[in-house]
């Protein structure tokens, strides 16, 4: 990866369980969208790894955002519900 190139996953988030969106040590990275199917409840949240802070209660996606990630600043994406979710998220590697 090369700072400019895509950063993106697509991942299955199990019931109960949450997905780091979180760069290695050193590394940055802007996230523009996070895909969540419609009708379907994620929080979203921004964490230090200690101290959570709710962004959002998800019910699609939100699109065309402005986060800026580092290892110690990122997202966390939190499934309450009873299903595993497929979700993702796009963005731009700024420093790597």
Not at 18 to 43: A, C, F, K, W
Not at 44 to 71: A, C, P, Q, W
Request: net charge negative.
């Amino acid at each position: 990866m090369a700072v400019g190139d895509v950063a993106k996953a697509h991942v299955s988030i199990g019931a109960g369980s949450s997905y780091d969106i979180r760069p290695g040590n050193g590394q940055e990275m802007n996230v523009h969208n996070v895909y969540v199917p419609n009708g379907v409840t994620i929080l979203l949240y921004k964490t230090d790894g200690t101290n959570d802070v709710l962004v959002e209660t998800l019910t699609g996606s939100m699109l065309l955002y402005n986060f800026h990630l580092t290892y110690d600043c990122y997202l966390k994406l939190v499934n309450g519900g009873a299903s595993p979710v497929w979700c993702g998220y796009d963005g731009i590697w700024t420093k790597v």
